[in-house]
């Protein structure tokens, strides 16, 4: 919004903070850096900054357009930008975690009509989150503690910490697989 308004210097300020608290989405962040200091006329950063964003998401648009703008600016002024080349980051190879939740959340999760689920911000659950890596990962919730028991794996697309309500929020995706569920009657199937 800062930068709608032409307030380059705070929108600046305010994602420098971003990025260094390691607020997400990152390669927003950085892109959004890139445009401000492309208007600053800070070129040789700003296309640093856009190459950070295409480390991130090699495939963004409004980063590659960016690059490109920055690029184009450079030749105008004659401006010689360091070579920056986006690395091709590593496939993501997803890490795991088991969580156990009631009946009704499992009915809501599988059918697609729960897509964030909480827990407590505790430092149980921070060390979980760590030992399960960066999002995504899959989450395979239980209903009970049975090997009978109904269980789901569902990818969580990431993980918010949310400082006001004192909870982690788990964003779900795609469900994976169900065991010892039936869908359609949405109750275990022993």
Not at 65 to 82: D, F, M, Y
Not at 111 to 132: F, L, M, N, P, S
Request: net charge negative; with cysteine; charged share 30%.
């Amino acid at each position: 919004m800062l930068q709608v308004l032409n307030r380059n210097e705070e929108a600046e300020s305010w994602l420098r903070q971003g990025i260094e608290a390691g607020a997400a989405p990152l390669p927003d962040l950085y892109l959004r850096l890139g445009d401000s200091l492309n208007a600053k006329g800070d070129l040789c950063e700003a296309a640093q900054f856009l190459a950070k964003a295409l480390e991130e998401e090699p495939e963004n648009p409004d980063a590659l357009t960016a690059l490109e703008e920055s690029r184009q600016l450079a030749a105008l002024k004659g401006v010689e930008l360091p070579k920056v080349k986006p690395s091709p980051k590593q496939k993501h190879e997803p890490g795991n975690m088991t969580m156990n939740i009631h009946r009704e959340f499992f009915a809501n999760i599988v059918a697609g009509r729960k897509k964030v689920e909480y827990r407590d911000a505790t430092e149980y659950w921070e060390r979980r989150i760590e030992r399960a890596g960066e999002p995504p990962f899959h989450l395979r919730v239980i209903d009970g503690m049975t090997k009978e028991a109904p269980e789901v794996t569902v990818v969580v697309e990431k993980v918010l910490l949310n400082i006001w309500a004192g909870v982690y929020e788990f964003h779900l995706g795609k469900v994976i697989d169900v065991k010892n569920w039936d869908r359609e009657n949405e109750a275990p199937t022993r």
